[in-house]
């Protein structure tokens, strides 16, 4: 039974992901989810935070010269330390409003092939936002938490984190990480693919809200069986005579713009296999792989997956908050999870 302590406790844990900030709190769970994007001008040679999240996400590529939109987080790590720091204060904040908690304890997920200095950065990103004391997690083990695999058995489990800026490809055995692997492919990079495709084959230019809207609405992994699949109407720049146009796009496209980057998934599961040692590898082949992160849900990635790999392949229930709540277990449940956080200062 938690004490008052422990339940009115601003411990917390965070998804700081490249494209969204999700905060679990504890005994509450997750109690923010918000576009990781920061809008700032410059005044007198420092940065100015005007708005974060949501607010600055609609700005994107909507911006004067004085503002500048960024998303602080490339590929799950942190690119520029000082909006980040401001971005993680304003989470904090926001969360906390007016009422007056200690310091917290803050957890953290970071991708596994983070490097230390990377992983110094976020943890004193956190200990300036008002953090008494930071913790990390390995990403492949949170989301594996999340999506409730049971990863403390002696049995190997597969588990594919596909996030905005990365895909985690990791083999757990015994609470954790056996073989992990992490390609900086992602939805960012799959956005990214979308617009070079309607640049090359339509000639027309698209922000990247747009792109986004497309995989959203009608992506798909595979080519749809009548060879065309439903369609959306775009707007965006005719790069022929520089005015706006609109035009349709249908999922065939689509699978065709996003061949490359599902490729890369598929031989980053296809390298774990042949890393894993053959006893677990043979756990996989009957137990399957489990899909995570927002990457997850584009239509039929699953079945891509499962015709390249001959693996049974399956999404996790609430794949795009995995990661936030094996985070938030990991705080939930620090005494039985300890050996998979780390907290060295």
Not at 189 to 218: C, F, H, P, W
Not at 285 to 310: F, I, K, P, Y
Request: aromatic share 2%; net charge negative; hydrophobic share 45%.
């Amino acid at each position: 039974m938690l004490g008052l302590s422990g339940l009115f406790s601003g411990d917390m844990a965070i998804d700081l992901g490249t494209a969204n900030t999700l905060v679990y709190m504890r005994g509450k769970g997750i109690v923010l989810n918000e576009p990781s994007v920061v809008a700032y001008h410059v005044k007198n040679g420092k940065k100015e935070v005007l708005t974060v999240g949501d607010g600055a996400k609609m700005m994107l590529g909507r911006t004067p010269g004085s503002i500048q939109t960024i998303r602080p987080m490339s590929e799950g790590v942190i690119a520029d330390f000082d909006v980040a720091e401001a971005m993680i204060k304003h989470f904090i904040r926001k969360i906390h409003k007016r009422t007056t908690f200690s310091k917290p304890k803050i957890i953290v997920c970071v991708p596994h092939g983070a490097t230390p200095v990377e992983k110094r950065a976020i943890r004193q990103s956190v200990i300036s936002a008002g953090a008494r004391k930071a913790g990390l997690i390995a990403e492949p083990v949170a989301a594996a938490i999340g999506a409730g695999m049971p990863i403390a058995e002696p049995t190997g489990s597969m588990v594919v984190d596909i996030g905005g800026g990365t895909t985690e490809v990791a083999v757990l055995s015994l609470a954790d990480i056996v073989y992990a692997r992490s390609v900086r492919v992602g939805g960012d990079r799959m956005d990214d693919a979308i617009v070079a495709y309607l640049r090359r084959k339509q000639n027309i230019l698209v922000g990247e809200s747009t792109a986004e809207r497309i995989k959203t609405s009608i992506g798909t992994a595979r080519m749809p069986d009548d060879g065309r699949g439903s369609s959306a109407q775009i707007r965006g720049r005719d790069l022929l005579n520089g005015v706006p146009k609109e035009i349709e796009v249908n999922q065939a496209q689509v699978a065709e713009a996003l061949a490359e980057p599902v490729q890369h998934i598929c031989e980053a599961v296809m390298v774990a296999l042949e890393s894993t040692p053959p006893d677990l590898a043979a756990d996989i082949v009957d137990r399957g792989v489990m899909l995570t992160g927002g990457g997850a849900l584009l239509g039929d990635l699953d079945l891509a997956l499962r015709e390249q790999t001959g693996l049974p392949i399956s999404v996790a229930e609430d794949s795009l908050h995995c990661v936030a709540l094996g985070t938030g277990k990991a705080l939930e449940f620090e005494k039985q999870l300890l050996h998979v956080i780390d907290f060295e200062s």
